[in-house]
């Protein structure tokens, strides 16, 4: 079937995943000039379809492909790298497809990894031999039988909290203009919400209690993406004193023309939250006119 040759790198500092697609040899010809036009599909399981697949370029009439193309997933914490696996991407990992004219795109072959495997902040190279597809009744059987797990997981996993994504939030208490600066900067593997796969995402802040009409805001719509990037700021008039006193509620929702927007999540910050959520909100309280970026994961209630 072919080796593929490809490198991780899990950038801690940054929450990301950086998944390096060098080159392919030897690949199954798959087309009538004993060629094949092909391309790197990644899905990251447990997770949503659509919001954890990543693609590269295909390249045409060659069973030696040079991608050298880095795909890289946001949001990912230390958490997700000891109990996730990258795997193939119809079924969910790394797989190698070839893409036909009329659109019916065949799997050459595909490989799996576990991402605890890998060191933060250390490149590991990766040149594994591909393997078949195996269908996905029979990984249901193997995992129920043999503890793999990689899809039982995401069976299992269909109600999980993180399964409504994560969001990247910013605070600052600005002392130069008496007040709390909220950036919400991106989202990463919403849930999908509309028929189409996809959600039309924006973000809503509310400051409470006892803030009136000045204590809500929300960005912009983003349509049809499971990863929306915002970049926005919000400014809220408060003295730092009365801060410590405050929740802000972050919900995402999804627009819907013409009816209610559905909720995909949300989360607090606040000195009544816990764990992240309350270390964020404590960092922004003792650090004034620092501004301080946190991955934060959305829950559906």
């Known amino acids: 079937l072919g080796a593929l040759e490809f490198s991780l790198l899990y950038d801690q500092e940054n929450s990301s995943l950086h998944c390096t697609l060098i080159k392919a040899k030897g690949l199954k010809p798959m087309d009538s000039n004993g060629l094949a036009d092909p391309y790197v599909k990644l899905h990251l399981l447990p997770g949503a379809s659509k919001s954890n697949k990543l693609r590269t370029k295909t390249l045409r009439n060659t069973r030696n492909p040079v991608w ?13 790298m000891q109990r996730k696996t990258l795997r193939q991407a119809e079924e969910p990992g790394i797989s190698v497809c070839d893409e036909d004219k009329f659109g019916h795109n ?41 503890i793999s797990g990689h899809f039982l997981l ?75 990037e915002f970049n926005e700021e919000f400014f809220y008039d408060i003295k730092h004193s009365d801060l410590a006193k405050k929740s802000l509620d972050i919900s995402v929702w ?10 995909i999540g949300g989360c607090q910050l606040g000195i009544t939250a ?28």
């Open 154 to 228: 995401q069976v299992d996993r269909g109600g999980d909290v993180e399964e409504r994504g994560k969001i990247l939030v910013s605070l600052m208490y600005s002392t130069q203009q008496g007040g709390l600066i909220v950036g919400i900067v991106r989202c990463v593997h919403l849930a999908a919400m509309d028929a189409n796969g996809y959600s039309d995402p924006f973000v809503k802040l509310w400051l409470k209690p006892d803030m009136g009409k000045k204590a809500k805001h929300k960005t912009q719509i983003k349509k049809k993406t499971l990863n929306p």
């Open 68 to 80: 050298n193309e880095t795909l890289v997933y946001h949001g990912i914490t230390d958490e997700d």
């Open 274 to 301: 816990k764990g992240e959520r309350l270390k964020h909100w404590y960092e922004c309280l003792k650090n004034k006119d620092k501004k301080i970026e946190r991955w934060h994961t959305l829950q559906n209630e």
């Open 254 to 263: 999804d627009y819907d023309i013409g009816k209610s927007n559905d909720y």
């Open 106 to 146: 065949e799997f050459i072959g595909e490989t799996r990894v576990s991402l605890k495997k890998l060191k933060a902040n250390q490149k590991k190279n990766f040149n594994i031999c591909l393997e078949r597809v195996i269908p996905l009744t029979v990984i249901f059987a193997q995992a129920r039988v043999s």
